[in-house]
Nanobody
Framework: QVQLVESGGGLVQAGGSLRLSCAVS????????MGWFRQAPGKDREFVAA????????RYEDSVKGRFTISRANARNTVSLQMNSLKPEDTAVYYCAKDAVWARDSPSLARGEYDYWGQGSQITVSS
């Protein structure tokens, strides 16, 4: 069975930092890309960041470029999202997700191209 288990959510003041982690099992982790998406109340789930199967290519939504960093630790089957300089508008439930396509070199930004999802982690940034 495929499982994605997130940890690291919480409350932080604007300008602070948090790190989300997603531990995965049930598939060949180092042959699939991984992504992070977020959903704020009343909003659609939106792309945040993604990393390809090898870790050589990462993509980011414009509003988080320079503040967020996605990384993967293949030996531990873990993908992480380091979030710095957090803003109130970053408040959302964050989800890690598995790319459905084997060994895709360029990470996908599309929700429909991810086939398994973590349980969601609440990130709240206060002002």
């Amino acid at each position: 069975q495929v499982q994605l288990v997130e940890s690291g959510g919480g409350l932080v003041q604007a300008g602070g930092s948090l790190r989300l982690s997603c531990a995965v099992s049930g598939y060949t982790f180092n042959r699939y890309g991984m992504g992070w998406f977020r959903q704020a109340p009343g909003k659609d789930r939106e792309f945040v960041a993604a990393i390809n199967w090898s870790g050589s290519v990462a993509r980011y939504e414009d509003s988080v470029k320079g503040r967020f960093t996605i990384s993967r630790a293949n030996a531990r089957n873990t993908v992480s999202l380091q979030m710095n300089s957090l803003k109130p508008e970053d408040t959302a439930v964050y989800y890690c997700a598995k790319d459905a396509v084997w060994a895709r070199d360029s990470p996908s930004l599309a929700r429909g191209e991810y086939d398994y999802w973590g349980q969601g982690s609440q990130i709240t940034v206060s002002s």
